[in-house]
């Protein structure tokens, strides 16, 4: 359980620390730059993988009642956590397209 939360503080701290660069630059009149944009990208990404993996530990170490109880919180959260996953913008593929733009490689910054 230790390690399932020091994931999501971690993943949560670099997220909020993007953010708040992020609204920094923004509060000095600046727009967010692409480069800025991407890191926001990566903390997000990098939360929900972070957040399945919780969830992860948890469902298994809940055992059996995890997928026998029909109205299982922890089923679902496992659930909901892996769907979440999936989406364009957290999925794991979003991870080739940051490390192309963290080459200095050419992306398609809408998904950005």
Same mark, same amino acid.
């Given at each position: 359980?230790?390690?399932?939360?020091?994931?999501?503080?971690?993943?949560?701290?670099?997220?909020?620390?993007?953010?708040?660069?992020?609204?920094?630059?923004?509060?000095?009149?600046?727009?967010?730059?692409?480069? &800025?944009?991407? @890191?926001?990208?990566?903390? =997000?990404?990098?939360?929900?993988?972070? *957040?399945?993996?919780?969830? /992860? $530990?948890?469902?298994?170490?809940?055992?059996?009642?995890?997928?026998?109880?029909?109205?299982?919180?922890?089923? &679902?959260?496992? @659930?909901?956590?892996?769907? =979440?996953?999936?989406?364009?913008?957290? *999925?794991?593929?979003?991870? /080739? $397209?940051?490390?192309?733009?963290?080459?200095?490689?050419?992306?398609?910054?809408?998904?950005?």
């Amino acid at each position: 359980m230790a390690r399932a939360e020091a994931g999501l503080e971690a993943a949560r701290a670099l997220l909020f620390d993007q953010l708040s660069q992020a609204w920094s630059d923004v509060g000095a009149g600046d727009p967010v730059s692409v480069d &800025r944009r991407a @890191r926001i990208r990566l903390a =997000a990404v990098h939360a929900a993988e972070q *957040s399945a993996k919780a969830t /992860e $530990t948890v469902y298994t170490w809940a055992g059996g009642s995890s997928v026998y109880e029909t109205q299982g919180v922890i089923g &679902r959260c496992w @659930r909901n956590a892996h769907v =979440a996953t999936q989406h364009l913008m957290v *999925s794991p593929r979003m991870y /080739e $397209t940051l490390g192309r733009a963290f080459l200095g490689l050419d992306i398609d910054t809408v998904t950005l």
